[in-house]
């Protein structure tokens, strides 16, 4: 199932989550420790719109049964799409395990930037370069939620993340003559 490609959305705010738990002495030394890998969510907004427009992305909500079901979105291209000069099949070189976060690759030529996403072909999970780059070892955020492949295929343009509702309501209103106006908040199914 994909989410619904038009109407366009007019904004998104993209969040990196970490589940952490803090403690703090009385003294002010604080230990942060991470319990677990870290995931997006989406909040989109639409500009208003009219019911011909609004009545398909409501019924796509409904059919996702508040959450139940996930589906794939691809971002606008200024999001989903390398900043970067690459071109040709990005691959793993060698394999990976879960949790590694420096991933040697090979099979580009140019560069992916700090702040593209990148997904691998067995994953729903999708990660971050944290780092350019144009050949060798290339740094992701979250680390890697399962293993990685010798040769695994890996994304870096029109990069689909597996999302669902990330509440079980989903609510709308009507402002003036036919105007409907909605925000939907998504979080990445892993």
Not at 98 to 106: C, E, F, L, S, V
Request: hydrophobic share 35%; with cysteine.
């Amino acid at each position: 199932m994909s989410y619904p490609t038009s109407p366009e959305f007019q904004a998104v705010d993209i969040r990196l989550v970490y589940n952490n738990v803090r403690s703090q002495t009385r003294s002010g030394r604080t230990q942060v420790r991470n319990i677990g890998a870290g995931y997006w969510t989406f909040s989109i907004r639409y500009p208003r719109l009219r019911q011909t427009d609004f009545a398909p992305i409501y019924a796509f909500l409904a059919a996702t049964r508040g959450g139940t079901d996930s589906f794939s979105i691809t971002p606008p291209s200024a999001i989903s799409d390398s900043s970067g000069t690459a071109t040709g099949t990005l691959r793993a070189n060698g394999g990976h395990s879960a949790g590694d976060r420096t991933i040697a690759m090979d099979g580009i030529s140019g560069t992916i930037k700090a702040g593209d996403f990148i997904k691998f072909a067995n994953h729903t999970k999708v990660y971050m370069c944290t780092a350019d780059f144009s050949s060798g070892t290339m740094t992701i955020e979250p680390g890697l939620s399962e293993s990685v492949a010798d040769n695994e295929v890996v994304t870096f343009n029109n990069v689909p993340f597996q999302m669902r509702l990330a509440r079980d309501v989903q609510e709308f209103r009507i402002a003036g003559y036919e105007q409907y106006i909605i925000e939907v908040d998504l979080i990445e199914a892993v």
